[in-house]
């Protein structure tokens, strides 16, 4: 695209082009100056070397993201920034507040804005303000020195630092000033009082008690604490002593009883994770509650006496037993209130008690092995982790110890040997981090996560070294921020006794404010800090850890005995290219596959006790003592930073209420079901989805090693394939095992999941091993804590869930509960004998679910009026192929929405069956004309043949996923030796199925076109605004990603970039780590691909969302997997009700030209490469522009010289002088010839003349004459 040779008779270009004067010397790329203090430890960074590269925050506005009409900033020191944010944070933590100060001043001329720098001015302050040494009067003059200098103004949280600092030194004159100069502004002193982190219940208490405070000036979900402060009933029963260090202590027992059958445990280590956090659990006699004990007293009259005695056992306490007991709300409501205090502390203890508990284990077992002998001693897993333990700690230690001298300033780069210099240069890199988490602690995690990591990422007996090195430094930072978010609460309760409604309502507070969330965001390590601190722990550990080996002297004959390095690093090649693994010692490995008496891994994430944090910031909700994203994101900074914007501009609210809404349904574990699975999976055989014990692959028998080539590779084949099956089971097996450990420890809780979502608004579960999302082994777990009275409908509802559970989902509803009652007897007798292996119950499509509901219709009818049953069980409404419904609704299409049951019928529609009967009369067709595929394939077609590649066809499959799809589909019609064939035969067939669903569904595909089409224009688009030093003067730069909005306002971003890597060196080998900040471009082929698909998914997230918060305002439980919602059997009228009206809500307008218009917008300016015969006039004209602007260039004219002069131009045509205007409109551009043109009559060619030209998207499909108002009256639309 470069322009032609400078013409050879030059003249002037005034008369043509004028205003190119002022332009031409600018036609050259400007570098941007990289401050790279990322790569700086705390002694280098010196602010004062700054001053002239420094930039006046007011003005270092940054780079926009994707677009500038966005104004979401892309920092141009963005590494640079979070490296000095984190170090300021761990320069605080250790109280160095000189070197604090210093990194203070450095950070302020890279921030973007003055309200960013403020974050920092007041983690400082705060951090300062708690010293016993700090006065009143020296946080004024530093803040006064500041605000003076940089013209910042204090916010609300430096107002809430000093009024607490007030009231901390009884400076009654201070504290009565800072009061006066917020209250006249309500919103302001809302936010100043909305600082609990920082004043603290106390504090808070004494301001809310101040007769100028008045409810106004209250934070709206501070109202029930205010009423209760201000209110003249004064009950105090629980001592905040009640949630101290000691208290939760007394909660580590070495094992949980909760009176049901031990699991026969898997041969996996990687459960030990699970057995260890459960214990957070358990509850003793030292750490029972009292309020809940006391409750028991006072209802234990009316209570069954064997529930009472059960409860009264502090390792046995069903809660649920005893809450299904209660009879009237008013009890139930104090017990939960009881309940949910109490947990609170054990919420507390499983989310923090990591490591150190682990260690306690291991040195419980390490004593008992010693006391019992060498020979049991060399048996246990546990031991042999605590002498690594013992021996390693004394390292970390003397590391510590001399990280604290750097600090500290005895140990300097220049009073160091010269020999040492770059030891000590290397670890004041690290050196304010290492020392933030103990030495016990570091030594345990490090422990805990290498043994985690074993054998995963397709590693045999080991891990990537990468991976293995940034793991250890990100459980290191985990633990320290848990440890931070533990003393953030610590100092916001009160230190008075209060009864247990009071405290309730406090932690309610708690939970739904933002703990300074921005400043917590700012305060991330990066992954090159993440690989050093791992690469320092795990070589000491590499150091230590030992396992003993035997062998036999070759030339005694003797055995002798010795030790071996547990861990080593070596080099292997994966795929063709080099990798450092760690690889640990086959001893060590065979222990683990041995040794499960125990739990040793971390714990994260598992259902909690008590409700999550409520979301109020894209940061900030989900577990209490965990920092939690909104959105799931890796290596993508641009997406946290659109979803930052919209969360502060309140776009997010309505994300948040469904979220919330999703992480406040209070779950049970379902023990019948439980029970059941127990028993089959003790026995070790396979049943249903329980996978079997498998101890060795069994493999084939040998064959000679002269054997034919064909023979030979044959076996192989079968070796691997044994081999593959062998470790599947076992996998599969060890993912059912932590299911069932962890349902099996919550028995009789009440639990909660805090959700968040990925970038397309899909909502998933947090903790990863137990969740409603998992399979039909999982979900049969799971009750409603609350439960509902069937009544009628209600008990006709749960006969069609049945029914729908058993694969009977393709008749009338009537039918449906006919079919349940028909098999009546069967049902019954299934719940009361559950445990023969060809029961009726096993027999169906999804069998668990079917055996929780066989027991809640036999509790049912055990009563003589079945409708008066109080019912827990979840039942659900699926959506019918739900993303082409979406498809339907966008399009219009009525026949697309007649064949998903977007119309009324009298029957459900099935759209599997409609195109498997399409792709029949087509392959009919072709084989009476003798087409060899369709002979042989014609009487093999049915609905399974299709089902998922017309169900994924709609999310994006390809026709290679698909092909495979089918295939897998017609395996069974192939023997052994013509199963290559089925290749071609599948080819053929996904032909026919793409054809007929395009037939069916044509205006989901043109949609679908569109998408895809204006993803390409988009992730193929130039910005004129962006001039980066790396641009290629030949070859534009594409840059920008797809992102459009849900009407929930939540930004999708597509995260599809070519990510930059970045060496990273260490003490153990060169680590390769994503640069996420690096100016990367797009990868236009998967932002293509992938919007079609992407964007229906928004959509069906969005729906969810609105059902979930339309739920809370009816007063009814709902739950979520998707397009599939769960409520009890007596709402599910009101929730069909309510799905229906959300989905016309959501369909109401014109979503893909809704779309569109954001594109315009958004890309506004932006160019685009098409190329355009050479002959034509529009050719021949940018030719001639371009060798003119080249004559007065006296060179030749690059794209970058293109991009340049049509920046100038736009800048020109936006200004506010009508001067600047009239010259931006005589400009001559290579672009502005191009507007004078209608590209469409022009015609492009795959071979011509590139051009730019401005960016247009093709209109959008014309809609059909579908209203989508009909589905208030389809019944199987969710059904």
């Known amino acids: 695209m470069s322009s032609s040779q400078s013409s050879s008779n030059p003249s002037s270009t005034s008369k043509q082009f004028p205003g190119y004067s002022i332009f031409l010397p600018d036609l050259k790329n400007k570098e941007v100056k990289e401050r790279n203090l990322h790569r700086k430890s705390f002694e280098e960074i010196d602010p004062g070397r700054m001053g002239a590269e420094g930039m006046d925050p007011s003005s270092n506005n940054g780079l926009t993201w994707t677009s500038q009409y966005d104004s979401v900033v892309r920092q141009p020191f963005a590494k640079d920034v979070i490296h000095l944010q984190s170090l300021l944070d761990a320069l605080l933590s250790s109280k160095n507040f ?42 004024e003059n530093y803040l006064l020195n500041f605000t003076k200098d940089a013209r910042l103004l204090p916010n609300d949280r430096t107002y809430a630092i000093l009024i607490t600092k007030a009231l901390q030194v009884d400076s009654s004159f201070k504290y009565n000033k800072y009061l006066n100069e917020i209250k006249s502004n309500i919103n302001f002193t809302r936010k100043v009082l909305g600082h609990i982190d920082v004043l603290g219940i106390d504090n808070l208490t004494k301001i809310f008690q101040e007769n100028s405070i008045t409810e106004k000036h209250i934070p709206i979900d501070f109202g029930p604490l205010y009423d209760q402060i201000n209110s003249t009933e004064d009950s105090s029963d629980i001592n905040e002593d009640y949630f101290s260090d000691e208290n939760f202590s007394k909660l580590n027992i070495p094992s949980i009883s909760k009176e049901a059958e031990e699991l026969r445990s898997v041969d996996s280590f990687g459960l030990k994770v699970v057995r260890h956090t459960l214990l957070g659990l358990k509850s003793t006699s030292e750490g029972k509650s009292p309020i809940i004990d006391d409750l028991m007293k006072n209802l234990e009259k009316d209570l069954q006496g064997s529930v009472i005695h059960n409860f009264s056992n502090s390792e046995k306490r069903d809660y649920f037993a005893l809450y299904k007991l209660l009879k009237t709300d008013q009890d139930r409501e104090k017990f939960n209130e009881a309940l949910d205090l109490f947990n609170r502390a054990r919420q507390r203890t499983i989310e923090l008690r990591g490591a150190d508990s682990a260690k306690e284990k291991w040195k419980h077992d390490y004593e008992e092995m010693q006391r019992r002998g060498s020979i049991h001693f060399a048996k246990s897993l546990n031991a042999r982790l605590y002498e690594w333990y013992e021996m390693l700690l004394p390292f970390v230690k003397e590391e510590v110890n001399q990280c604290h001298k750097i600090m500290d300033g005895e140990i300097t780069i220049q009073n160091a040997k010269s020999e040492d210099r770059a030891l000590v240069k290397e670890r004041s ?44 430094g990100k459980a290191i930072e985990l633990e320290y921020k848990s440890q931070k978010l533990m003393e953030s609460e610590k100092k916001s309760i009160s230190k008075k006794s209060r009864s247990a409604r009071e405290w309730n309502k406090i932690f309610r507070v708690m939970n739904n404010y933002s703990k300074d969330s921005d400043n917590q965001a700012h305060n991330e390590w990066d992954n090159t800090l993440h690989a050093k601190i791992g690469s320092i722990l795990t070589s000491l550990l590499i150091h230590v850890a030992k396992v003993p080996v ?54 994260h994430f598992l259902p909690m006790l008590t409700p999550p944090r409520k979301w109020s910031s894209y940061n900030e909700g989900g577990y209490l003592f965990s920092q939690n994203t909104l959105v799931r994101t890796r290596d993508s900074p641009e997406t946290l930073a659109y979803l930052k914007a919209a969360s502060q501009r309140g776009d997010l609210d309505k994300v948040y209420d469904g979220l919330n809404v999703l992480g406040n349904t209070p779950w049970t574990v379902n023990r019948k079901v439980l029970e059941v699975m127990t028993k089959f999976w003790n026995t070790g055989d396979e049943f249903l989805d329980i996978p079997p014990v498998v101890d060795e ?24 394939l044994a081999i593959n099956i062998s470790a599947s089971a076992k996998s599969q097996r060890c993912d059912t095992n932590y299911k069932l450990e962890i349902a099996r420890a919550f028995l009789g809780e009440k639990m909660f999941f805090p959700h968040n979502i990925d970038f397309r608004g899909r909502a998933y579960p947090m903790s990863p091993h137990f969740n409603h999302l998992g399979n039909d082994l999982t979900r049969s777990l799971f009750l409603f804590w609350d439960g509902k009275q069937l009544g009628e409908r209600g008990l006709w ?63 049912a009818y055990k009563l003589e009026d079945p409708t008066q049953y109080v019912s827990h069980v979840p039942v659900h409404q699926d959506g019918s192929c739900n993303g082409l419904q979406h498809y339907a609704a966008l399009g219009g299409d009525i026949e697309g929405a007649r064949q998903v049951n ?42 399974r043949v299709v089902k998922q590649t017309v169900m994924t066809n709609v999310y994006g499959v390809t026709f290679v996923g698909a092909r495979e799809q089918i295939k897998k589909q017609l395996k069974v019609h192939f023997d052994s030796d013509s199963e290559e064939n ?57 840059v920008s990603s797809v992102i459009w909005t849900t009407p929930l306002g939540l930004p999708c971003v597509q995260p599809y970039r070519t990510i930059k890597k970045q060496i990273i060196k260490t003490n153990l080998q060169d680590v390769a780590i994503t640069d996420p900040f690096g100016a990367s471009l797009v990868d236009a082929r998967k932002q293509k691909t992938a919007l079609p698909p992407n964007f229906v998914h928004s959509l069906d997230a969005t729906h969810m969302l609105m059902t979930a918060s339309t739920c809370k305002y009816e007063n009814i439980s709902f739950a979520s997997v998707h397009d599939s919602y769960w409520t009890h059997a007596s709402d599910i009228d009101v929730l069909s009700k309510i799905l229906r009206e959300q989905f016309i809500k959501l369909h109401s307008e014109n979503l893909i030209q809704k779309v569109k218009d954001e594109f315009e917008a958004r890309y506004k300016g932006f160019l685009q490469v098409v190329t355009i015969p050479r002959d034509h006039e529009l050719a021949k004209k940018i030719q001639d522009v371009r060798r003119k602007i080249a004559t007065d260039l006296n060179r030749a004219l690059t794209v970058a010289d293109e991009i340049h002069l049509e920046k100038k131009r736009q800048e020109l045509l936006a200004s506010d002088d009508p001067e600047a205007v009239k010259m931006g409109k005589e400009l001559v551009t290579t672009v502005s010839s191009v507007e004078e043109y209608d590209l469409n009559e022009v015609g492009t060619s795959s071979i011509g003349l590139p051009i730019f030209a401005p960016i247009s998207f093709p209109p959008v499909p014309p809609r059909g004459d579908l209203d989508v108002n009909v589905v208030k009256d389809s019944t199987y639309f969710f059904s």
């Open 98 to 139: 000189t070197r604090a100060d210093k990194i203070l001043q450095a950070i302020y001329p890279l921030s973007t804005s003055q309200e960013e720098f403020m974050y920092s001015i007041n983690k400082y302050l705060e951090v300062w303000s708690q010293q016993d040494s700090a006065t009143l009067e020296g946080l």
């Open 429 to 472: 890199y690290y050196a304010p981090y290492l020392t933030l988490v103990t030495p016990e602690k570091m030594c345990a995690v490090t422990i805990l996560e290498l043994l985690r990591l074993n054998s995963t990422g397709g590693i045999a007996d080991g891990m990537r070294t990468a991976r293995a090195l940034i793991s250890v």
């Open 550 to 603: 035997k062998g036999t002297d070759p030339a005694t004959g003797k055995t002798v005995t010795g030790s071996q390095p547990a861990f080593f690093h070596t080099y292997q090649y994966l795929q063709g290219q080099k990798l450092g693994v760690l690889k640990l010692h086959k001893n060590i490995i065979k222990q683990l596959s041995v040794d499960v008496d125990g739990s040793l891994l971390q714990p």
């Open 697 to 720: 692959p069994e493999l084939p028998e040998p064959v000679p090693s002269n054997a034919e080539p064909n023979v030979l590779r044959e076996y192989q084949r079968k070796v691997r």
């Open 797 to 859: 509802w749960l006969k069609v869930h049945l029914a729908n559970l058993y694969g009977v989902d393709k008749i009338p509803l009537e039918e449906r509960a006919q079919f349940t009652e028909t098999h009546l007897d069967k049902i019954r007798e299934s719940a009361e004998t559950p445990f023969d292996k060809d029961a009726w119950w096993t027999k169906g499509e999804k069998p668990w679910q079917v055996l929780a509901c066989c027991f809640e219709l036999n509790e």
């Open 902 to 943: 977007l119309y009324p019928a009298d029957r459900p529609q099935d759209v599997y069956s409609s195109v498997a009967s399409i792709v029949q009369q087509r392959v009919d067709a072709d084989a009476e004309a003798g087409e060899k595929h369709a002979v042989f394939l014609k009487d093999k077609i049915n609905r």
């Open 982 to 1038: 089925s290749g071609e035969y599948a080819q053929y067939l996904t032909q026919h199925v793409f054809a007929a669903v395009r037939e069916l569904f044509s205006g989901a595909h043109l949609i679908q076109d569109w998408l895809g089409e204006a993803a390409r224009i988009i992730s193929k688009s130039v910005r004129v605004d962006y001039e980066d030093s790396t641009t290629s003067n030949d070859k534009p730069n594409h």
